[in-house]
Structures are given as structure tokens and as C-alpha cells.
């Protein structure tokens, strides 16, 4: 079975590390291949986001004052 990066796309073992040896692996064998988080992007997908909250976000929020804060998502 052949696995690859939910994150980046990177073709993993089942324990997903990425793999080296990937030149074998057919384009569509890659695109059906199954979505693990792999070892490659796990530190960027568990860091914090933070966006700021701008006027027209508060203003669809119907909550003014949250204008300006910051929201993790």
C-alpha cells in the first residue's frame, strides 16, 4: 500500500517518514494513495495559528468589539 503526506504530498512509509526511494511510484498510484500526517510536515501542522480579526470579520461575527483580536484556529 502506498501512503503519502496529508500535509505536503510527500510519499511515506506506513509509519509515515518520508521515502526515498519513490521513483517507481506511477502518478495515479500517488494520487490514490493514502493520507497519513507524515513525519515531514507533523511540526508544521501541530504549531499554533493566530490570525487577527479585522473590522469586516467582526462585522460577520455581529460582535464589534472583537475587532482587532487575535483568534486561534
Do not use: F
Amino acid at each position: 500500500m502506498i501512503y503519502r503526506c496529508g500535509y505536503c504530498g510527500t510519499p511515506t512509509d506506513e509509519n509515515g517518514v518520508p521515502s526515498n526511494d519513490c521513483s517507481e511510484i506511477t502518478p495515479s498510484e500517488l494520487d490514490s494513495a493514502t493520507l497519513i500526517q507524515g513525519e515531514c510536515c507533523r511540526q508544521e501542522q501541530e504549531k499554533e495559528n493566530y490570525v487577527i480579526i479585522t473590522r469586516d470579520m467582526a462585522i460577520d461575527a455581529g460582535d464589534r468589539s472583537l475587532e482587532g483580536q487575535s483568534w486561534k484556529w
